[in-house]
């Protein structure tokens, strides 16, 4: 978690991990985390890093463009989707 200290300072930031163990579960994970718009709740997202080159390699490079331009409401809700699926 204190790699995610400084978002508290700046709730600008959004920040992602590189693969960390998770203990718990006996798996790697990647996780990223933002705040929500009103600033008033951090949200965690965390995949396995397999399955996200998996989900990379599925998309082409023009659809992975275009999905970085969507708003920070639609990147959580496609994370979830995928994270689901």
């Known amino acids: 978690m204190a790699y995610f200290k400084p978002m508290l300072k700046d709730k600008k930031l ?35 890093p397999k399955r996200l080159l998996n989900e990379a390699k599925q998309n082409e490079v023009s659809n992975v463009v275009a999905i970085c331009r969507f708003t920070r409401e639609w990147r959580f809700w496609l994370r979830m989707q995928i994270q689901r699926s």
């Open 14 to 48: 959004t920040m992602c991990q590189d693969v960390t163990p998770n203990t718990s579960e006996a798996k790697e994970m990647m996780y990223a985390i933002t705040w929500n718009e009103a600033g008033n709740k951090m949200i965690q997202v965390g995949i396995e």
